[in-house]
Each structure stands twice: as structure tokens, then as C-alpha cells.
């Protein structure tokens, strides 16, 4: 084990110049007014919600000082100061997020498609590519969930590490620069309850990485005080056992109050540089902070604070006790500073105005358009009367928004439906070019719209030769990896086993002995922060490949996958990728627990990831191939019984790519279609033989991927010729197998090819009984899929097919 290095505790001095301290005043002073001004705009009616920064000034400008070119955050909502201090947020920015601006020049965190307070810098070249991220300040996008912050900020950590003890990756000077980034985290004090928290906590102090975590703590969580949310009322105490000694590795721990500006800057500059030079962890508990307009729009908090608590806030507010500390120390005159927020409060009411002035005149023009063209319709309409009327209360709208001009049209289309094509085709047609520019505003780059797509990625068939032995599956799988961390530096794995016993079906054996601790890892049992720790480096411009060892401890992540990757080039508008191979394994075993199938859970609650469900492990590798090869995360389920089954080893591997979003025929037929996944293609494979003697002909389709599903039609064309469908998986009852049936009688149209019932074949809504009778009794057997399709053909044919 290596030695454990003393602790250095130096401390740096930060700027505090006359002109240094000012512009701090000044910052402060612009994001409080922003915060002020908000909640008005909101109150107003012209923003739906408002959360602000207000109270945590100070110590977000301290961090933001210490931060560095190259550094990453990820933070909450509260942290607007520390944008506004790093110059990646303006004050009409901040205003164009609280109207929901989708100009992405205008709001570039999000488009217009998250709420006020949530932030986030381009990580992104307009065609997807990766900018400079050594010569940025960088904020990973944020999100609402308590605490969900955390895991990702361990990942962003841990890149550090890699990129400083990784040789391979020394030549990515645009993504580190030999690993000195930090990872600066915030969180609120309430928050800190939360269990991937201690989570996160745990892992950075095993796994040492360079990670900051700000607490910002006003002693409260909504209304609840803190006394109902922290052992011993104070989380820097309760993390006391997480410090470092001389002897021990942990955490650097500092505590500082929320008002004192020298004691922030002395804080934050030595957290930093601690963290930079020794990459070890920093927690520092800010308290005694204030929250002036409590916690958001949606209540006030004098309903549950005292009336000595609020007075105590009123006198301790940071501005206020920095204004005190600038006079004190004569850097400036009382005159200077009135000057100074006199200057403040215009700034930020011009940039307000401008914001709300940009907003609202697209609106305005498209909302005349549609006026101009409601009318010049009702002219020549049945229906003028109660068209003229619609197009005059739409205009007598105040603060139109687009719902507004857009539901007033389609009723206007519906009022006109007995009209010619000659009067409605130009409202039509202008309303068809409103919806394809909304399509962009709201509801595009779910998934990947660069020329990295799974999409673009082309097809490359296994190959076989004379030397294609036959193997078990997972010696397929190995034999990939081992090719891939030779040939892709930016790849690795991690989880729970992976590393010296190369994980519980061997399918990295021996490659931690070969590439080293670094390439190919092992965690604790920790899913939530297995996840994060693979967003954040997937953030910083590498290719991680996280394991969960199996498919129920999706659970444990699930929040972190759906709530940040998943969604995460949406809510970004393609401005941020997290390109992260979650690797995970279920389907078909005995028992409760492990071999379920909840693929309609993964189906709903993972959209903007691939899902990649193999039928068995050479499949699986093209899969891993074409998605190294793309930008978009993805969660591959690989089957749990088929590590061990027969495979003939492609002499192409590491080269083969499987196309993702086309299903594959393995066995055609006239019919009926079925169309399945995983384990149960060679189920349904046996059953098809089964009752090809029977005189009926099985058409075989492997989805290969749920998301995308069958982007090319071959399954409606397969119903084309066969007229019979069913589909069949592991899923619970109106799981994946009723999101296939949606797919494809919706999505490619073939209800008027159906000359029977299309129907589904699933497990029980229980999950799987233990044994191998339970596993026959819990899910489709063969005599299920045989019984349900010669049902389908009796209905045909019953002379040739009698009931059984």
C-alpha cells in the first residue's frame, strides 16, 4: 500500500485589493438585485417560478475566485453568484432562464428548457464535437433533485485522476491538463440528509480524488429547522470521523461563516489549492448564511421562522456585513458604495428589460401573424363571426406566450374545417412551419443529432474463418475488451468485481493484471455514485463503462441515469454529452431477485439513452463497439445464462459493428411474425422449430435494441407478408411487450395488414419464483409461445388446426 503522505495545510492569500474587493461588491450587489427583481417578475405573471441565490453571495463569490480555467461544477440552484463571478452568466442570461427564453444566444444553460437557477456552460461545438475544456470554466448542467449533484461530482473528480496517473491519456491536453482540474461541488445543508450524500462522501474519501463540496448552510430546509435534519445539528461535526490526520487518508475539512469575506477567500483559496496539489477531498461547511426572500416564490418563510431568526438574518445578511467590512478596513467611502449600487440597480433593470424585450417581440411578431392570417381566413369562412373573435381576444392577451397563439390557431383550424382548402391552406401552412420550429424549441436533441448518432454509425458484420473456435460467451466479451483497452485509451470499466476477479461472469479476466488498476477497476457496493462516478468522466471527454452487476440495482441509480444522463443533451439543447456504457445483466435465471426483465421501468423512465438488449455476447461486443464509435450513453442488458453458452469467436472482433435501431430475421417464415429479445430468441427460436412440424411456418425478429426501436420498418414489413403478429419478452404484462406493440401497429402503420389480433407474450406481473420451476411457472416457456401461436392459427384455420 502506498505511504500515507503528511498533510500540508498551506495557506495561499487571495486578492484583496482595493479594486479586487470592489468588483466583489459589485458582483454580490448584482446577483442580489437579480434575486430582488426576480421574485417580482414572477409575481408579476411573467415567469412561472423563481428560486434565487440570495444569502449565499459571498461564499460563491470566494469559490468563484479560487476556481480555475480547466475546473468543473456541479452545483444547485442557489449558485448564481458564482456564474455571474466566473463570467459565464450575465444578468439578462439569468433573466432570459426565468422566462423561459428558447434562444439558446440568449439562454445558452438550457434553451429556455429548464427553470431559473439552473446553469450550465456549452461543452460543445455546434456539430457535437468537444471544445477546449482545459481553456473554459466549466459547469456541468445542473439538476433539481436533492443531493443528485453529488455522484456526478465524484465523477468529474475522478477524471482528474485518471488524467494524471493514466499515461495514455497525457496527449488530451484539450480535455486536462495532466489532471490539476478540481471538481467544485455545492450543496445546501438540508440536502446533506440525503443518502447519496454520504454516499458520494464515502467514495471520495476511499477512491481520493480532487473534490471541493461547499455546504451552504442557512439552517433550515424549506421549513424545516436544522435540528430535524442533522446529528448534532452541524454536518461538518457529523463528518468529523471522515477528516484526514497525518496517518489517515480522508477528507480536509474547513468551517468558515457565511458573512465573513476574508475568512471565505482564505477558505476557498487553500480548499483549492489543496485539492489541485495534493488531490485529496475538501468539504467546507459555510454557515451562519441567510435566505432573505425564503426559499422560492411558491411561500414565505415568516410563516415558519421566528421572529428572532428572522431579525438575526436581517442583521447577519452577508452584503450588509461586507459593506460593514469594506468601510471598517477604509477600502472604500460610504459614497462610493451607495455609487457603486446605484450603478447595480440599473444594470440589472436595463438587462431585465432587454431580456423580457427579446423574449417577447418573437412572440409578439408570430402572435401577429396569426392574427393577420385568423382574420384574412374569417373573411372567406362559414364561420367569421366566432374567427373574428378568436383572433381578437388573442390579441387583447396580456404577456402572450406561444400557447397561447398556437392553441388559438389549431381551434381556429378546427372552426374552419368545413371551409375550402383555399381559405385555411395559408393558416395551415404557416401553422405547419410554427410546429417544425417548435419541434426544435421543445422537444428536440433527445438524442444525439451530431454525426456521432448510433444512427450514423455504419455496419460491420462479425466474420469467421478457419480459426473461428468455438468459445463460451463470455470469453467473446473478454476477448473485446482486452482488444479495446489496447486500442481506445479514453476506455475503461469500473464496478462492483470488475477489477481483480474481472467481474462475477469473468468477462474482464485477467485484463486488470493486463492494463492496470486504473483501466479497469473495482468499486464498493455503491450504484448510485458507480453512475455518477460515469457521468462525470464521460463529461470530461472520456469513455467509461460502469457496472451494475445486476439488472433490479438499476434501482439504486435509477435516479442519477434518469434524472441527469438520460435527459441530459435534451435539457443542455445538445450543449453537453455524457456518452457513458452503463453494462448490467439480467432476463432469464431462478429467482426473485437478479434475473428479472423490468425493461418497460428502463423503457420509461430512460429515454434519451440507447437500450440495448443482446441476444447473446457476440452481439453484445458489436453493440459496445458501435457505441464507442458514438456519443450517446446507453444501458446494455446483457443475458444472465448465456455467459457460459456457446459462441464461435468472430475473427473480426473489436472491428464488427452491430447496427442499433435495425432488428435482425434469424429465422424467416410466412405465417406469423414473432418478435422478441434476449434470452427469449432462443426460446422462441425452439418453439418455432416445434411447430414448423406442426405445419406452421415462424417468422423470427430480434429487436436487438428497444431504444431505438426498428428505426428501419423491418418488422412491419416482416407483418406485411406474414399478416400475424405477436410480441413476446420477459417483461411484466403491458411492460416492453405492449411498448413493441405500440411501435409497430402506430409507429409503422400496419393495423390494415393484421388479419388477426395482434397479441403479446409476457412473464407473470410477479418477478420469478426461485428454482427451475419457478423459472417455468414466472415466465414464457415454450409451451407458452407453441400454445399461443397455434391458438393464433386455429382462429385461421381450425380444420387444419383443431382446438387442443
Known sequence: MPEVQPIRKTVISPDLSKDAVLEDFRVALLSRQASLVGRKEVFMGKAKFGIFGDGKELAQIAMARAFQLGDFRSGYYRDQTFMMAIGELTVQQYFSQLY????????????????NGHFATRSLNEDGSWKELTKMYNSAADISPTAAQMPKLLGLAFASKLFRENKGLKGFTDLSINGNEVAWGSIGNASTSEGIFFEAINAAGVMQVPM?????????????????????????????????TDSQKGFEIIKVKGWDYEGLMQAFFNAGKIAREEHVPVLIHVDEMTQPQGHSTSGSHERYKSAERLKWEKEWDCIDKFREYILSSKIATPETLDKIEAQVKADVRKQKETAWQEFSKEIKVELQEAISLIKGAAEYSTRKVILTQMADELSRTINPIRKDVISTVRKALLALRFDSNETKNKLKSWYKEQTEKNHDRYNSHLYSESKWSVQNIEEVKPEYDEKSILVDGREVLQKYFDYTLEHNPKFFAFGEDVGKIGDVNQAFAGLQAKHGELRVSDTSIRE??????????????????????????????????????ACLQYRTKG?????LIIRTRGHRLEGVWHSGSPMGMILS???????CVPRDMTQAAGMYSTLLKSDEPAIVVECLNGYRLKEKLPSNLGEYNVPLGKPEVLREGKDITIVTYGSMCRIVLEAASELNELGIDVEVID???????DTYGVIGNSIKKTNRVIFADEDVPGGASAYMMQQVIEGQEVFRYL????????????RPAYSSDGDYFSKPSLEDIVEKVYGVMNEVDPKSFPAL
Open 575 to 579: 450543449g453537453q454529452k455524457a456518452p
Open 528 to 565: 448510485a455514485t458507480i453512475v455518477g462516478q460515469g457521468i462525470g468522466t464521460a463529461l470530461r471527454g472520456l469513455r467509461p463503462v460502469a457496472e451494475i452487476q445486476y439488472i433490479d440495482y438499476l434501482l439504486y441509480g435509477l435516479q442519477m441515469l434518469s434524472d441527469d444522463l
Open 605 to 611: 423512465t430512460l429515454r434519451g439513452m440507447v437500450v
Open 755 to 766: 388479419d388477426s389480433e395482434p397479441l403479446t407474450i409476457a412473464a407473470k406481473a410477479h
Open 212 to 244: 471541493v463540496i461547499s455546504i451552504w448552510d442557512d439552517a433550515y430546509g424549506i421549513s424545516v429547522p436544522q435540528e430535524y435534519h442533522t446529528t448534532k445539528g452541524s454536518i461538518s461535526e457529523a463528518l468529523a470521523g471522515f477528516e484526514r
Open 100 to 115: 423561459a427564453h428558447t434562444n439558446v444566444e440568449m439562454e445558452p444553460a438550457s434553451a429556455g428548457r429548464l427553470m
Open 703 to 709: 429487436v436487438q435494441t428497444l431504444l431505438p426501436f
